[in-house]
């Protein structure tokens, strides 16, 4: 565990901690990548556990629960008390009483799992309990793609709805949105030394406190197109249960926008999370090398990429803007650099852990969970970070009603984790 005050450079002090590595081998472009990971990216196999970890508020108890998962990337809590688990390669599973079922559920679409392309994020129905319908996000090969499309197949950020009554066969599958355009086969000459077309979808969904549903369409590594409103990507979108545009949005009508638009201006968005105390809405995003970003999102707000960064694009150049850029809005705190490459987002509130009461709670695919104070603005004002000691990438986070925190390892050899307060 490690603690750093605001005074102190957060942002600075917080990228010394992650290693001190630029980037992610996956997030760098392909002809940047090397053949294997460098060494600060490398990890260890978990073991068994469980883990006693110290911090600043709480002694953590912290153990494995159910079998291995192949880079898990998020959960959803049932009423019954178990969970839905999505692992990245494109299976749905289930975990009862703390075991893994070993059946994955079927009936998925056809998904494009290659690099961080795959399976995503799911999510329930407000009236899960009553309607049984179920969400979740994916990268969508192009109907014209075949049984095995290539690297370099034209793909989509897709979110579909499905029934599913609690067995192993999802029913009624249908796709709700599909982000435009199908980008992959033709990539054009793009500024910055950016990745391929195959990273970058964004792809959490979030119910709001109105119940429709937010999504989160990443760049795709096109950064030009962000700011061009008449497309999906670098935006979060609205939609109804149904897929259709949200009443309310604040670009309905308006020539050149998409009418699903919330907010705009965003890299590769890979967390959200609505306070269910406060309604606000708080978004993660991967920025460039360094740049990440955590936002507070507001409606109808221009976050700035790729005009306006506080990162370094790939290549070295500079970015048009770094803050304070008129018509775009600062993050409410930027990581790095060098980057912490944030996973989704919560804040805490619970019995268990009283003192962490309002606190924001990030994994991050730098090894760590990240603990981060905020005052009634949304500034971060202190933050720790906490399991370095078991490196290990993270993904997701979920609060559980009785306060008992998940987090999701992303790993082949990828584990669900459970933090509970330690036996004093």
């Known amino acids: ?3 750093i005050r605001a005074a102190l450079s957060l942002a600075l002090a917080l990228g010394m901690m992650a290693g001190g590595q630029t980037a992610r081998a996956q997030d760098a472009p392909a002809g940047e990548r090397a053949a294997a990971p460098p060494p600060g990216f490398r990890t260890v196999a978990l073991g068994d556990g469980p883990w006693t970890v110290e911090t600043e508020m709480a002694t953590l108890h912290v153990e494995r629960v159910g079998d291995t998962l192949d880079h898990p990337w998020s959960l959803a809590f049932l009423p019954d008390g178990g969970m839905l688990v999505t692992e990245r390669p494109g299976r749905l599973r289930i975990i009862r009483d703390g075991q893994l079922d070993p059946q994955p559920i079927a009936g998925l679409p056809a998904i494009f ?3 961080l392309a795959g399976l995503m994020d799911v999510a329930l129905h407000p009236d899960f309990a009553e309607n049984g319908l179920i969400y979740f996000s994916y990268s969508k090969p192009h109907p014209d793609a075949g049984d095995k499309p290539g690297v370099n197949a034209d793909t989509a950020l897709a979110v579909a709805r499905a029934h599913w009554d609690g067995g192993h066969q999802l029913s009624n599958v249908e796709d709700i949105f599909v982000a435009a355009p199908w980008y992959g086969s033709e990539v054009p000459e793009r500024c910055c030394g950016q990745g391929p077309a195959f990273g970058s979808y964004g792809g959490r969904i979030a119910f709001g406190p109105d119940g429709f549903l ?3 369409s990443g760049d795709r590594n096109y950064g030009e197109m962000v700011q061009d409103q008449s497309n999906d990507f670098g935006k979060i979108l609205r939609l109804t249960d149904d897929g259709k545009p949200a009443p309310g949005n ?5 020539e050149g926008w998409q009418d699903t638009i919330w907010s705009t201006g965003h890299r590769n968005p890979l967390g959200l999370y609505f306070d269910p ?6 978004e993660t995003e991967f920025g460039p090398r360094g740049g990440d970003e955590l936002n507070l999102i507001e409606k109808g707000v221009n976050y700035g990429w790729m005009d306006v960064t506080q990162g370094h694009h790939y290549n070295g150049e500079a970015a048009k803007g770094i803050r304070a850029v008129d018509g775009m809005k600062d993050p409410a705190f930027a990581f790095g650099p060098p980057s912490i490459n944030p996973g989704n987002i919560a804040v805490y509130h619970g019995a268990a852990f009283p003192g962490w009461e309002g606190d924001l709670l990030m994994p991050a695919m730098s090894k760590s969970l990240v603990r981060m104070e905020v005052n009634a603005n949304g500034a971060v004002t202190a933050m720790e970070t906490m399991l370095e000691g078991l490196e290990q990438r993270l993904r997701d986070v979920k609060i559980a009603p009785d306060g008992t925190v998940y ?9 669900l984790l459970k933090i509970t307060p330690a036996a004093e």
């Open 250 to 254: 604040p670009f309905a009508g308006q």
């Open 1 to 3: 565990m490690k603690r």
């Open 277 to 282: 105390l406060t309604g606000k809405l708080w």
């Open 113 to 115: 799992a290659f690099g």
């Open 407 to 415: 987090v999701l390892t992303d790993e082949t050899e990828g584990a």
């Open 214 to 216: 937010y999504v989160t």
